[in-house]
């Protein structure tokens, strides 16, 4: 069992920046796969980020590739996502979610086993 919680959301003007952060519990967690979604209101959860368990290996949304970045500390048991030249677009909740690791990308939010509460990332125009 995994328990996620995100933080570092909040409003910034357009082309400002965001650090998300998520903590996960467990001795475990570097052997998960970590990922990043986004839901805005009135439209699905869409993927925007992965890292595989090394943090090595990352991919990313076409939306965000170029702006954000996603890494790790296994021994914080943290994830993060730099989100820079942020638009009003990118405006939604976001998730932390964990998988067993995988050589394969997922990004789907099916083929992730657990999820954080969310945090709110307002940007203004």
């Known amino acids: 069992q995994v328990q996620l919680v995100e933080s570092g959301g909040g409003l910034v003007q357009a082309g400002g920046s965001l650090r998300l952060s998520c903590a996960a519990s467990?001795?475990?967690?570097?052997?998960?796969?970590m990922g990043w979604f986004r839901q805005a209101p009135g439209k699905e959860r869409e993927f925007v980020a992965t890292?595989?368990?090394?943090?090595?290996?990352?991919y990313y949304a076409d939306s965000v590739k170029g702006r954000f970045t996603i890494s790790r500390d296994n021994a914080k048991n943290t994830v993060y996502l730099q989100m820079n030249s942020l638009k009003p677009e990118d405006t939604a909740v976001y998730y932390c979610?964990?998988?067993?690791?995988?050589?394969?990308?997922?990004?789907?939010?099916?083929?992730?086993?657990?999820w954080g509460q969310g945090t709110q990332v307002t940007v203004s125009s």
């Open positions: 979610a964990a998988r067993t690791n995988t050589k394969v990308v997922i990004t789907t939010p099916g083929g992730y086993d657990y």
């Open positions: 890292i595989s368990w090394s943090g090595i290996s990352t």
């Open positions: 467990g001795r475990t967690f570097s052997s998960y796969r």
